[in-house]
Every structure is written in C-alpha cells, then in structure tokens.
C-alpha cells in the first residue's frame, strides 16, 4: 500500500477561530471540509512544504520559524495511507483567499466537528482544540494579577 505524505495547517485568527477548507468538486473527497495544505514533494521538509502550498492554495506568506507543530494523523483509506503532520499558524501575511475553487471558512473550535470531514482530520479536530486551550490557560496563569 501506497503512503501518502501531506501536510497541513490550523490556521488561528485573533479571535481563535480556525480556517477549514472544502475540497472542491472533481477532487477526492469533494465536499468535505479540511485544514488547508498538500503534499509534501521529494527533497521537500514538511515546513517547506506548508509555506509552499499556503502561497499556492491561499495567497498568504508564512514564515517556516511561525509553524508551530501540533500532533500528527497516520490514517489508512481503503487505496493509500496518510501520514499528515498538523501545525498550528497564528501569523501570516496576507489575507486567504481561495485560489483553487474551495471555499473556506473560519470555525469556532467548539463548532469544528459540525463540518463533515476528512476520516484523518477528525481526530485531530480535538487534540488541536485541547492545545489551544491549554495554551490559553497557560497564558491566564503567566498574567500579572
């Protein structure tokens, strides 16, 4: 069986939404709703690969050293296998547009499994959502009281 390496990011807004991005129709998987990315090509490193496929997908400019890894999906499908590393993207330059026909939506972390998506995305919909509040908590106890 075929591995398929892919890489992704949870792009977080200021507001602590998070972009997803609906595979278009004519694509595997069309309709469902995934955190932007792609594949990563020979001699490429999955950070080269993210900034590179975020200009392509989106039109945005991210800097390697603003990816922050998350956790990873490692996820057989019936034809191939899927090893996806996810980083979390709280700065870019830019605003994302939808160069490839998908149409994109900012998502409330609580609301992200009311999107149909990918079987590999699911899971981590929350460990991604457990480290932005763990993030959070952590910045709560860093402030001076």
């Known amino acids: 069986m075929k591995t398929v390496y892919v890489v992704a990011a949870a792009l977080i807004d200021a507001e602590g939404k998070i972009l997803l991005a609906q595979r278009p129709e004519g694509k595997a998987m069309a309709g469902l709703w995934e955190f932007p990315g792609g594949k990563i090509e ?12 975020l200009a392509e997908e989106l039109s945005i400019t991210v800097s390697e050293s603003d990816l922050d890894p998350v ?12 090893f996806m590393p996810l980083f979390s993207v709280t700065k870019w330059r830019g605003t994302p547009l939808p160069n490839e026909g998908q149409k994109l ?3 409330a972390p609580g609301d992200l499994h009311l999107y149909p998506a990918p079987a590999a995305d699911i899971p981590l919909f929350d460990v991604l959502v457990a480290r932005m509040k763990s993030d959070q908590d952590a910045r709560r106890s860093e402030s001076p009281e």
């Open 42 to 53: 020979p001699g490429e490193k999955p950070e080269q690969a993210l900034v590179r496929e």
């Open 71 to 82: 956790t990873f999906a490692s996820h057989t499908y019936e034809k191939f296998h899927l």
């Open 105 to 107: 939506a900012w998502v």
